[in-house]
């Protein structure tokens, strides 16, 4: 069964850091771009980052930039999204998505170019 399964939400303070994983089952995600979406209430979902699948190129909203960081281990069939000095703003279900026709992040922030997504997980920034 192909699954993505995203894990490391949770409640922390404006300011804080959290890391969330992308683990994939039934598939290896060593050949596929991967991307980190959020949906934010009564929000529509938005792209926050993607790697390339050597992990060689990264793209991330601006909204984010300088504060999230995209990594990946292959041998690990994970995928990883640092976050950074935490803003309310940055509330959300956090969902990853695998991209099984690209290698490269082209057109990254389109989703329905992505074959595989994860159910999400809570990350909740307040005081």
């Known amino acids: 069964q192909v699954q993505l399964v995203e894990s490391g939400g949770g409640l922390v303070q404006p300011g804080g850091s959290l890391r969330l994983s992308c683990a994939a089952s039934?598939?290896?995600?060593?050949?596929?771009?991967i991307a980190w979406f959020r949906q934010a209430p009564g929000k529509e979902r938005e792209g926050v980052s993607c790697?390339?699948?050597?992990?060689?190129?990264?793209n991330y909203a601006d909204s984010v930039k300088g504060r999230f960081t995209i990594s990946r281990d292959n041998a690990k069939n994970t995928v990883y999204l640092q976050m950074n000095s935490l803003k309310p703003e940055d509330t959300a279900v956090y969902h990853c998505?695998?991209?099984?026709?690209?290698?490269?992040?082209?057109?990254?922030?389109?989703?329905?170019?992505?074959?595989?997504w994860g159910q999400g997980t809570q990350v909740t920034v307040s005081s």
């Open positions: 790697i390339s699948s050597s992990g060689g190129s990264t």
């Open positions: 039934g598939f290896t995600l060593d050949y596929y771009a």
């Open positions: 998505a695998a991209d099984t026709y690209r290698s490269a992040c082209a057109f990254w922030v389109r989703q329905h170019q992505y074959t595989y």
